[in-house]
């Protein structure tokens, strides 16, 4: 069994950096969505149609945010900003479910979600305050040519059951694996989620947050980076990188 | 058994069938040769009878006993056959486990007080046994273990105390 | 002196008047033989008219298409086909089982507690309230497992041996959900067992055909026998007494699905105490519904409740109603002064969003109609009215859950989130679970003695009437 490297309390959890971690760039994001495309495709997330997805019940793992105020022409929008499972240190979404089917990894330092084992009572969900969870309601249909493009890496989720952003989980094991049959560590980019990969504005940067001289460590580090709900406590593990200013919109 | 009689007297009242008792004592019966049979709970004070020996409470607390070993087994060692962390909790959390362990005392609790009555009272048991449908009237019998030689003195004494009725107790299908 | 004469004898009269006004007005100083109670309650068992027939049929008719066909549908097609969505993903099947569980609340705080602090109006009915519980807890078991998304692994919730070594995590408030209402639903099977073996005896000794060999098998032979109801008496104590904890622990654990979540609005400390108030709000005024149905379509029911119960239950319903207002404004109090902005926005969303009108007619229903009516006797006695009063406190708890689940759940720390929830299957599986309840409800109203004759023998003999100088009061003996 794996060693379980629990801190006595809580507060010890806040000098953990992490190991795999994200920094977003939001001065940087153009709301292309083209992330949410590339995730889609990697991760076998399954289209739920017009009508549900109008409902609600789209089952994206990464969503753009994108506000907007006023009545035309005074129109006021907020930047862009994609919203995925912060993949907390300390999350909230684990302890409450009755069957371990959201337990902490100890080696990536992830929130999985182990979905053979999820019997769908949703309680993670209510309890995700970045709202990152979706379900899968039906049994949705993946008609000719669409499922060709399983990505067979990854799980097919059939009806009830929860699913997340897993950080392209099944990505950090093919790198790790290839690091190890090589003899050497991790490279700093070798690692890539889909999501990053498809940025054309390169905003999403991925990396290890326990190798300090790592590209996304040291940005997280700028003045430009938070969290999303630090005062919650949940220690995410992904940094979002933006300038007092906006640019480029209005303001 | 087979040169004891049975006899069944039925009374309608209570104060009759207390008096009957301390009377089958003065005849040389002893309680254990006595049953008091009643459609509701009558106190064995009541009747003058000796008190009621019932093993439910012990079965109760050796329930609870067992249902708080059950409760720590899962509480504290089930946890450490395929350790998880989950949300930084420790392996074993705490407070849960208090909440593990209390509604498994209860469970044992009651499980074996209910059990236990089955026990004590040898439920179920459908073989025939002696009983008269007026009981669950209100009726109280008493059921008497006697010498067929003493069998007229008693009849005639319960009769005298106002029994309804003294007769062979008849072990019949309930 | 003739002025005094004639008012001597008219308090001579009256007197005479106030006895037999007691004696009409308490079940317990109205006493009858053994026999003829036992008769009036066979006869209410075995009495059944064509609208009995009409009206269970309606019901079974309902369950199968409602509750069965529908969930069938369900679970063959996913939560989809319910009104669930992100954010809002638990939904009216939640709702349900947080209202049955109040509803199976009543029977244990009417039979147990009662019985615990003696208090005598209780005997008539304590197995009428501890039926509800029992049925109550199966509707709400069934919501859970409507609610499920993967119901055909439920299964893996119970803690047994298996060789994966993977036993439930007991850190969710949901496991211990699993432990408490099995726990409860148990014992309080138990305990509705348990005082009626005498009465299944009573039922065995005078009736025959199918149903002489029912009940002579549930009767397990039992004959009244000192020892047989020194065991018994000794078990209904115990249980009596350790049933209590285990219902507020039910509802607590259950409040604690929500209270333990991260959530504006839900991450509340007096969550516990504050449902409890509730269900025992809903159950209380289901047991006064339930009561005076049977009181006016069963046979020989008037005898056994009288207005004097329904009074006794008004009462209870309206010491009740102001805890839970306390309860609920202690806990909007709080809420409201902590300054938060997402408990901010959701309060507002309560009270004026598209729902706030269902904010309003709970805190109406809840709290206004109540103190309005039941603090007047007369009204109490009114079975009509007392009736109403329970229905719409009823619909007020069950609004009070809408209100806690899906209309909270829409509004998070992500506006960009927001949604609202349009109830789908729900609708027919909610009356499904409902004419299940009613159906199971009738059927054991002619199944099993609906009146424990023998608590309420034992209440008529430990009653008396007393005179201390010129007024007749009543007395009470403790036989125990």
Known sequence: MAKHNIPEVKADLENTTGIWGMAIDQDLCTGCQACVAACAMENNIAFVGETDAGYGRSLHWLRIEHAFEGEFPEVQTSGFQPVLCQQCG??????????????????????????????????????????????????????????????????????GIMEKCTFCIQRIHKVEDQAKSEGREVLDGEMQPACAQACPADAIIFGRLDDPESRVSKLAKTGRGSQLFEDLGTLPRVTYLKEEKDYGRLG | MTDKNMLLAVFSDLDPAAHAVEKLRELGLGDEHLNVISGIPITEAMMGRPHQWTNVPRLALGGA?????????????????????????????????????????????????????????????????????????????????????????????????????????????? | MAVLANSATHAHTSEQDHEAHLREEHLMLDPRPRGEMNAMVMESMQTTSWKFWVAAGIMAILVAVCLFYYWGYMIANGLGVAGVNRPIYWGIFLVNTVFWIGISHAGTFVSALLRVFKAEFRRPFTRAAELMTTFGLVQAGLSIFMHMGRVWLSY?????????????????????????????????????????????????????????????????????????????RFAMNLFAFAILPVMFSVHTIVSWDFAAAMRPGWSSTIFGPYFVIG??????????????????????????????????????????????????????????????????????????????????????????????????????????????????????????????????????????????YKPGVEIPLTIGTISFFILLYMLASRLIPLVPVWEVQEGQMAHSLRKFGKETVVTVSDLE
């Open chain 2, 65 to 174: 006993l067992g249902g708080f070993l059950l409760g720590a087994y899962l509480a504290f060692v089930t946890p450490t056959t395929y350790p998880l962390n989950v949300g930084g909790q420790p392996v074993i959390p705490g407070p849960p486990s208090v909440v593990v362990l209390f509604e498994l005392t209860m469970l044992g609790m009651l499980i074996s007080t209910f059990v236990g009555v089955f026990l004590d009272s040898r439920f179920p048991s459908y073989t025939p046994k002696e009983y008269v449908p007026e009981i669950s009237d209100g009726r109280i019998a008493i059921l008497i273990e006697c010498d067929p030689a003493q069998e007229v003195a008693i009849e005639s004494a319960m009769t005298a105390l106002g029994a309804e009725s003294v007769k062979h107790a008849e072990a019949q299908t309930l």
């Open chain 3, 156 to 232: 893996w919730l119970a803690p047994y041996p298996n060789q994966r070594g993977l036993w439930p995590n007991f850190h969710s408030p949901l496991a211990w959900d699993f432990l408490a209402i099995n726990t409860y639903l148990l014992s309080s099977t138990m305990y509705l067992f348990l005082p009626l073996i005498p009465d299944l005896a009573m039922a065995r000794d005078r009736s025959t055909g199918w149903r002489k060999t029912l009940y002579r098998i549930l009767a397990l032979g039992f004959r009244g026998t000192e020892g047989e109801w020194t065991h018994l």
């Open chain 1, 90 to 159: 300390n999350a909230p979404c684990e302890p409450v479910c009755p069957v371990f089917a959201s337990v902490h990894s100890q080696a990536q330092d992830l929130n999985l979600q182990v979905y053979n084992r999820c019997v769908g009572t949703r309680y993670c969900a209510n309890n995700c305050p970045y709202v990152a969870r979706v379900f899968n309601m039906r049994d949705y249909d993946r008609p000719e040519p669409l499922s060709n493009q399983l990505n067979p890496d990854v799980t097919v989720r059939r009806r």
């Open chain 3, 279 to 420: 269900a025992l709000q809903s159950g209380l005024s289901a047991v006064a519904m339930v009561l005076i149905v049977v009181r006016a379509t069963m046979k020989n029911m008037k005898y056994f409740i009288r207005p004097e119960h329904l009074d006794g239950l008004g009462k209870l319903m309206l010491i009740i109603s102001m805890s839970w207002a306390y309860f609920f404004f202690n806990d909007y109090m709080v809420q409201w002064y902590n300054g938060d902005k997402w408990t901010d926005a959701l309060l507002h969303f309560h009270e004026e969003g598209p729902l706030g009108w269902m904010w309003y007619a709970m805190l109406i229903f809840n709290v206004a109609v109540p103190w309005l009516t039941l603090w007047n006797k007369n009204w109490r006695r009114n079975p009509t009215l007392l009736f109403t009063v329970g229905l719409l406190v009823n619909i007020a708890m069950w609004f009070e859950r809408y209100i806690i689940v899906p209309t909270s759940l829409s509004i998070n720390r992500f506006p960009f989130t927001y949604q609202f």
